[in-house]
């Protein structure tokens, strides 16, 4: 069974701060990631993706992804009550399909 | 319109009722995909549907039936649901089936079966 996991939170942070968000996964040869926000009575939406290696950044946004330790992550710099949401890491399979954690419940505490 | 579009948005249905759930998207896709999200578990892939081909169903019960009639639309067939059957059902499309499989969601269809 492959799995995505994600604490599930709260995960409370100051405005102004950076807010660390992490994400494991089972299957190795997994090749894509991808990060998704879900407001509150709304759909999720795409943050980003990233597919090698390393950082990659979206103003202020930076996803790092470590295939060897099988870990993905999310890092919010400058953190906003408006970022308060919860945040969904997905995984592409084999079949191409999007496997989800069950999200973690981000707080930006004013 | 632009992006995803999904109607109704609230349902509330019987046990013993009919509806049908529609989709369209706007964005010139070619894969499209029914999710339930239930509170506190991970979004649950239903259907997948990839230039109106059926390609995945994930164990679904028959009680709900999709259909894609092109590339645009697609619809999900509600009938004898069950209470626990009550969900959000999300709607998505993404340009193909591959590893950039970036999907946007529509607004989603709040579902009560009493």
């Known amino acids: 069974q492959k799995e995505v996991e994600q604490n599930s939170g709260p995960l409370s942070v100051p405005e102004g701060a950076i807010a660390s968000l992490n994400c494991t996964y089972s299957d190795r040869v997994s090749q894509s990631f991808f990060w998704y926000r879900q407001y509150s009575g709304k759909s999720p939406e795409l943050i980003m993706s990233i597919y090698s290696n390393g950082d990659k950044e979206d103003g202020r946004f930076t996803a790092q992804l470590n295939k060897a330790s099988q870990y993905v992550s999310l890092l919010i710099r400058d953190s906003q009550p408006s970022d308060s949401a919860t945040y969904l890491c997905?995984?592409?399979?084999?079949?191409?399909?999007?496997?989800w954690g069950a999200g973690t419940k981000l707080i930006i505490k004013p | 319109e632009t992006g995803v579009t999904q109607t109704p948005r609230h349902l509330v249905m019987g046990m013993t009722n009919k509806k049908s759930l529609k989709c369209e998207q706007h964005?010139?896709?070619?894969?499209m995909y029914w999710y339930k999200q239930s509170a506190k578990k991970p979004l649950e892939l239903m259907f997948v549907y990839n230039f109106k081909e059926q390609t995945e169903n994930n164990s679904v019960p028959s009680r709900f039936s999709p259909e894609c009639p092109n590339s645009s639309h697609l619809f999900l067939h509600l009938h004898t649901l069950q209470p626990e059957d009550s969900a959000l059902y999300l709607c998505?499309?993404?340009?193909?089936?591959?590893?950039?499989?970036?999907?946007?969601f529509g607004p989603g269809t709040r579902l009560t079966v009493l």
């Open positions: 997905a995984v592409i399979d084999s079949n191409y399909q999007l496997i």
């Open positions: 998505a499309s993404s340009a193909r089936l591959a590893y950039d499989n970036e999907q946007f």
């Open positions: 964005l010139g896709h070619n894969a």
